[in-house]
């Protein structure tokens, strides 16, 4: 796998092998761009792939808002490639040249938490043998990203906040203050407004950290988006593995899916039917997508579908109705009634 391909996966997921080693790799990492092209984040911005207009319209976001000083709240839900829409501001922004610096803050406990943002003296507590830097002084003079702000406890927050008005810190252990600055850019999936007036995340930092605000699209909303993707994860697990390929069905199911998982559920559903699939031909019925506890009941004759879409069904399973219900994950006979009432193209489909 070459590092196109890895930085491409690491955009909208993760490679079996980095999920293999998730475990041991530390929650605050630093990576600093290096002159001569080799850092593995480089170029971000053209590793968030899609031809939609919702992606598209993040990109021009970034673009708008990386030169920029100002803080940026990232919103998506889980699975959207917010760290990623973080490393690409950085990466267009004055501080480039600086370290980019991530912080999931779903990951930490509280008393970790404060070690992990401020560091510590050596022999500030049992077992601290050396100094350690916190997040805020690696960040100095270039970006720091909090994943999830809105797992960070009040205490932390408030701290937090101490840190952005005066941009001074001070290590567990020590009296003496160190300036720093950096660019903060911040991510959640949850709604952080109904968070303050529920007491659980202040007001003020919202405001702090809420400067700009940019989306990550959910996949569903991606049209077009999906089997391009979708062949491209296929494509990496091909090189060192079976030959697959998707159906014309497949790719048609893949792009009704909702995905509430994301770009994640899309890459797990595709891995799943490439080591399980015993055909060169992955078929709808390979992917699972859903369960059938999920699937939704309809009305005689009332279909979540429009003509076009039960039309390609139809053309799709060869104008065999039994196989496009199944196909759609309908009745065979509410289809049936369905089709009696289609517009032509529907009937041309089906034969009828």
Known sequence: MNRNSIVALSAFGTTPQARATASVKPVVSRVVPSPHGDSLYRDTLSQIAGNSTAIAQLRRCI????????????????????ELAARALHELSPQAHGPFVPVNCGALNDSL???????????????????????????????????EIGEMP???????????????????GSETHSRVSFRLVTATHRAL??????????????????????????????????????????AELTRGGPKRVFSEEALLALERYHWPGNIRELQNAVMRAWATCERSTIQHTDLRLGTESKKPRFRRNVLPFGDAEIADA???????????????????????????????????????
């Open 113 to 147: 938490l404060e070690d992990v943002l401020f560091g510590h003296e050596k022999g500030a507590f049992t077992g601290a043998g050396t100094a350690h830097r916190g997040v805020f002084e690696q960040a100095d003079g270039g970006t720091l990203f909090f994943d």
């Open 154 to 172: 009040l205490a932390q927050q408030s701290a937090l906040l101490r840190v952005l008005e005066t941009g001074l810190v001070c290590r567990i």
């Open 314 to 352: 139809m053309r799709v399973c060869d104008g065999n109705v039994t196989a496009a219900a199944r196909y759609l994950a309908v009745p065979r006979s509410t289809l049936r009634n369905r089709l009696r009432a289609c517009e032509p193209q529907c009937q041309d489909a089906s034969g009828a």
């Open 193 to 234: 407004l109904q968070m303050v007036e529920a007491g659980k995340f202040r007001l003020d930092l919202f405001h702090r950290i809420a400067v700009l605000d940019l989306e990550t699209p959910p996949l569903h909303q991606r049209h077009g988006d999906i089997s391009l993707l979708a062949a491209h994860f296929l």
């Open 63 to 82: 673009r708008q808002f990386a030169p920029l000083q100002a803080p940026v709240l990232i919103l998506g839900e889980t699975g959207t490639g917010k």
